[in-house]
């Protein structure tokens, strides 16, 4: 067992509205996070020693089990097609594309001439650019205008600061503007001259927008943007028709937009409506919206909780000039909203299923693509260009693999570009997916999806990996994994919980599970795998629950308060340390994650709420299921030290002889490994941990 050097480090103690909190393994901090991020190797000793040897211990208890990761490792790769490619994506006169060569762990960013087969070029090998690196992941990447150059970013430490570079194509080398520590967002201008990026701050929020002209020295970019709101994050994007660019700035309650002219790139930023707590909007743009040129806006004004469209002239965009062009319908979630020339397309949700709505500009005239089964995911892409009638979009469900279409929105005509492939065999008959609904001690009814092998005994016998997430809105997609059919295939259940705190049932879903009412996610979470009991679905004593990021603040509030309930937890990157993180401002995502929990140093009220659920300082002395977490030394969400600091605390006063394994991955971030043979090794071994703790 891993010993923590408490003597040598004293906890640490403060004051909080008249309270005193004591965090034991606040050491496990490193004052020089910041510096650890850029470059992991100045991590100090005294922790890094406490990591490797939580490491090993974890290790040494997955030794036993080598044989068993060896073999998911094998089947999953097997399930995957090695040399996949992208379904190309034309513009103008070429079409890109990515794809991977047969055992190549990262991906080549390729284009062709628009209508071949043959002529392919290659942008980017992710194979020679990751070449002796312990980390490599692409970022944004973007084409000129002109298609002579390509703009891409790359992160090399898992901690998102992406080097932006820009490469000749016909050349084959990057040119000598080399960008450093950005965001990964990338634009061009229209002329080609310009690209506009972020910075982050000191405390690793994206808050500045650059110009870069080409060809001169990056110290000389323009700053033409910068976020005064420490809780407000920037981030950039373009509108369909390309006229102009979008310095989107917000956090998970309130937004604001400024455009960019990209055909006058040296213009100022134009703001469209000014900030206001609580309302969010997006923007698009129409160059002759019933003659005139206009802003399409995606917004929750005017009480539209779930959200409506609505149309402005460009020349005033404000609030006061807005008028309705889809209006609110209560728990009708509005997911996206895209415009075509002759079309308005919105992706929305509805009794927790999607679908994809497109309307004719000219009458108004609606119709809707959507799919028959119980439950599916559904996502769409408008591709390049904006005076065409063709999409793209994307079908899968927890039994169909996923497939891609192309769609003329005026003719409904459909063609099926991609599916894919499963090289060791797939057959959807083989299993079944069903959507349950368990009742919540509210009387609220939680969805749950489920999927299991045709021959698993449905008697209540059968062992159960329950995923959750329930934070920031996110819905949880049911949507084709194959590497979970590894789970399926030796007789589990696998099953989503679609708990408040994501908008599967509305934006209400996602407000009765925030701040004040954060509880009731973790309640909802608990009723799912109680009704799975119940209905003998799943064996009492056999649930594996399953969380990620917030999803792992999840897996630690239920271990606290159903321990009894669960064989196992799989806390991935956990957001555990909750109230030490929110009274530190200093962090990255403090700020602009207030709205969603709370902020303790300046309201009591929210304080007490935290404490009494933030799984760190709930830890107690009694018996807990097997756990098992995972940590990225490089992550800037979650840092390292709050799994660290939560298994440290469990270790020293739970009264379980349970394992309790740490596993922190000291070259990545919060994404995990980064490569794709890589992640299956890390998949691998939580399978194998919920086959072990579930009796397979």
């Avoid at 039994?399 to 003329?408: F, L």
């Avoid at 368990?438 to 990996?465: H, K, Q, Y």
Wanted: charged share 25%; with cysteine; aromatic share 10%.
């Amino acid at each position: 067992m891993s010993t923590d050097p408490a003597a040598a480090h004293p906890p640490l103690t403060r004051q909080f509205h008249g309270q005193t909190l004591v965090d034991p393994h606040a050491w496990l901090r490193a004052d020089n996070w910041r510096e650890v991020m850029r470059d992991p190797s100045v991590l100090a000793e005294d922790i890094r020693a406490w990591l490797e040897s939580e490491n090993n211990e974890a290790e040494a208890w997955l030794a036993p089990h080598a044989e068993q990761r060896r073999k998911l490792v094998k089947e999953m790769r097997g399930r995957l097609k090695e040399d996949d490619a992208s379904v190309p994506a034309t513009d103008g006169p070429f079409a890109y594309f990515t794809r991977f060569r047969q055992g190549g762990q990262h991906p080549l960013i390729c284009r062709r001439p628009a209508g071949a087969i043959a002529g392919e070029t290659v942008l980017l090998d992710g194979d020679a650019l990751a070449h002796g690196k312990a980390y490599f992941q692409f970022g944004d990447a973007q084409q000129s205008p002109d298609h002579r150059l390509y703009a891409w970013t790359a992160d090399e430490a898992g901690s998102e600061y992406y080097t932006l570079r820009i490469r000749d194509i016909d050349a084959g080398t990057d040119l000598p503007d080399l960008v450093a520590e950005t965001t990964g967002d990338v634009l061009w201008s229209a002329d080609g001259a310009h690209l506009f990026y972020i910075r982050r701050d000191a405390e690793h929020r994206p808050s500045f927008v650059y110009r870069h002209r080409l060809g001169t020295d990056p110290s000389e970019d323009a700053l033409i943007y910068e976020e005064p709101d420490k809780g407000f994050f920037v981030s950039l994007g373009r509108t369909q028709s390309r006229r102009f660019g979008l310095i989107s700035c917000g956090d998970h309650d309130t937004s604001e937009v400024w455009l960019l002219d990209l055909d006058a790139p040296l213009d100022a930023p134009a703001l469209v409506e000014p900030r206001a707590a609580g309302r969010r909007y997006g923007v698009e743009h129409h160059p002759c919206l019933d003659g005139v040129e206009s802003l399409v806006i995606e917004t929750n004004a005017d009480g539209a909780e779930d959200f409506k469209i609505v149309a402005t002239p460009l020349a005033t965009p404000g609030r006061a000039h807005w008028r309705d062009l889809v209006s609110h319908k209560p728990g009708r979630l509005l997911l996206g909203t895209t415009v075509l020339r002759r079309h308005l397309l919105r992706l929305e949700r509805e009794d927790g299923l999607p679908r994809l709505v497109v309307r004719a500009l000219a009458d108004g005239a609606e119709h809707v693509v959507a799919f028959a089964e119980e439950a599916y995911s559904l996502g769409f892409d408008p591709g390049y260009g904006f005076d065409k009638t063709e999409i793209r979009f994307t079908y899968s469900s927890m039994t169909t693999p996923s497939e891609v279409w192309d769609y003329d929105v005026e003719s409904r005509a459909r063609a099926l570009r991609k599916r894919q492939e499963v090289p060791s065999g797939h057959d959807p008959q083989r299993y079944v997916t069903r959507r349950l609904m368990a009742p919540a001690a509210d009387g609220e009814r939680v969805p749950v999806s489920l999927l299991f092998a045709r021959d698993t005994p449905i008697d209540g016998t059968a062992p159960c990996l329950l995923y959750g997430y329930g934070a920031y809105g996110i819905s949880i997609p049911a949507g084709f994994s194959t590497s979970r059919l590894s789970l399926v295939d030796r007789g589990f259940v696998f099953a989503i919980a679609h708990i408040r705190g994501g908008t599967e049932k509305g934006w209400r879903w996602y407000r009765e599970g925030k701040l004040a009412k954060k509880t009731n996610s973790f309640s909802d979470f608990i009723a799912a795998g109680e009704h799975l009991v119940a209905q003998k679905i799943v064996a009492p004593d056999r649930i594996v629950a399953h969380g990620g990021s917030a999803g792992g603040m999840l897996m630690g509030a239920v271990a606290n308060m159903r321990p009894d309930l669960f064989a196992g937890i799989v806390a991935e990157v956990p957001f555990v340390d909750v109230l030490n993180t929110m009274l530190d401002d200093t962090l990255p995502l403090t700020p602009p994650e207030w709205p969603e929990w709370g902020n303790p140093i300046a309201d009591e009220e929210a304080y007490a709420t935290i404490k009494s659920y933030s799984p760190y300082d709930n830890v107690a002395a009694k018996n807990y299921p097997a756990i098992f977490a995972l940590a990225g030394l490089t992550d800037p969400r979650v840092t390292y030290w709050e799994p660290a600091k939560w298994v440290a605390k469990l270790r020293e006063t739970k009264t379980d002889t349970n394992p309790l394994l740490l596993r922190t991955n000291m070259d990545a971030g919060h994404g995990g490994a980064s490569g794709r043979f890589d992640r299956l090794e890390e998949t691998a071994m939580i399978y194998a941990f919920a086959l072990a703790v579930a009796g397979r």
